[in-house]
T-cell receptor
Framework: GENVEQHPSTLSVQEGDSAVIKCTYSDSASNYFPWYKQELGKGPQLIIDIRSNVGEKKDQRIAVTLNKTAKHFSLHITETQPEDSAVYFCPHAGGTSYGKLTFGQGTILTVHP | NAGVTQTPKFRILKIGQSMTLQCTQDMNHNYMYWYRQDPGMGLKLIYYSVGAGITDKGEVPNGYNVSRSTTEDFPLRLELAAPSQTSVYFC????????????????FGSGTRLTVV
């Protein structure tokens, strides 16, 4: 079925450290893996995504890796900064062509100066 | 481009009142969505639309109605507001790829914070 488990639920790091958030999925047909960042009082924003034919994608300090065999994908943030503090979501992309995203509870990342 | 614009930003309703949450996008996106987000929770899909004149229910449609008469606008109607509808409502849109499927890259509005008392 359509299910994505995200860990940890909260993550606290010191500025400059790295942060890793992992999501595990169960639907073998999943082929799109996005990450959204939601800052306080704002709507979620797509920060990076990856498709199943790619193992890793980087964009400056953030990267997403995909392990299709283990059915998990991870968000990596290096050299964290206080402005990285937010809630991060790895929504499941529905199997239909309608682009429906199913959001879990997310990970609250706090970067301490 | 303004992206996705939601109005109002805040609203307090009394139980039993009705209101319409407005959502408009200027990116010519075919796909539009309404989500609600309760405190400390993820987003739940209320309704979605794949184009003008076509709408369908999401995970939590009860108590809501939508219409899609134009590509740009996707209003959400609350009839007989209840305290359980106190939430933050987000509208989002995405474009259709050449292959016909949504590309999943959502653009979200800034949300409407609704309180029902």
């Amino acid at each position: 079925g359509e299910n994505v488990e995200q860990h940890p639920s909260t993550l606290s790091v010191q500025e400059g450290d790295s942060a890793v958030i992992k999501c595990t999925y169960s639907d073998s047909a999943s082929n799109y893996f996005p990450w959204y960042k939601q800052e306080l009082g704002k709507g979620p924003q797509l920060i990076i995504d990856i498709r199943s034919n790619v193992g890793e994608k980087k964009d400056q300090r953030i990267a997403v890796t995909l392990n299709k065999t283990a059915k998990h994908f991870s968000l990596h943030i290096t050299e964290t900064q206080p402005e990285d503090s937010a809630v991060y979501f790895c929504p499941h992309a529905g199997g239909t062509s309608y682009g429906k995203l199913t959001f879990g509870q997310g990970t609250i990342l706090t970067v301490h100066p | 481009n303004a992206g996705v614009t939601q109005t109002p930003k805040f609203r307090i309703l009394k139980i039993g009142q009705s209101m319409t949450l407005q959502c408009t996008q200027d990116m010519n996106h075919n796909y539009m969505y309404w989500y609600r987000q309760d405190p400390g929770m993820g987003l739940k899909l209320i309704y979605y639309s794949v184009g003008a004149g076509i709408t369908d229910k999401g995970e939590v449609p009860n108590g809501y109605n939508v219409s899609r008469s134009t590509t740009e606008d996707f209003p959400l109607r609350l009839e007989l507001a209840a305290p359980s509808q106190t939430s933050v409502y987000f509208c989002a849109s995405s474009r259709r790829t050449l292959q016909g499927a949504a590309n999943y890259g959502y653009t979200f509005g800034s949300g409407t914070r609704l309180t029902v008392v």
